[in-house]
């Protein structure tokens, strides 16, 4: 199993992002897929998910900004990032949970500045 997140780049504090995760192998498909977001000098963080059956949950600190969704047939996940916050900096990473398993891609990396 594969996942490749993309979509990251700098942006001014109000602006939007849409990151987006391509989940490629495997047999059986995902339970969910999860955002998780690192910034320098701090703990990753959970940020959202969805599930295979288009239920999203969101961390409060981002809850009524960013969206998650699902192009089932394209076998991606995006997060539509809106009204972006300095606080917002980070390397996003998603990851596909298997249940038996997680599978990390590799990160994308979001600059917000003031």
């Known amino acids: 199993v594969q996942l490749q997140a993309s979509g990251g780049g700098s942006v001014q504090a109000g602006g939007s992002l849409r990151l987006s995760c391509a989940v490629s192998?495997?047999?059986?498909?995902?339970?969910?897929v999860g955002w998780y977001r690192q910034a320098p000098g701090k703990q990753r963080e959970w940020v959202a998910l969805?599930?295979?059956?288009?239920?999203?949950q969101y961390a409060d600190s981002v809850q009524g900004r960013f969206s998650a969704s699902r192009e089932a047939a394209k076998n991606v996940v995006h997060l539509q990032m809106n009204s972006l916050k300095p606080e917002d900096t980070a390397v996003y990473y998603c990851?596909?949970?298997?249940?038996?398993?997680?599978?990390w891609g590799q990160g994308t990396l979001v600059t917000v500045s003031s």
């Open positions: 990851v596909g949970d298997y249940g038996h398993a997680q599978y």
């Open positions: 192998g495997g047999t059986f498909n995902y339970n969910a």
């Open positions: 969805i599930t295979s059956d288009d239920v999203t």
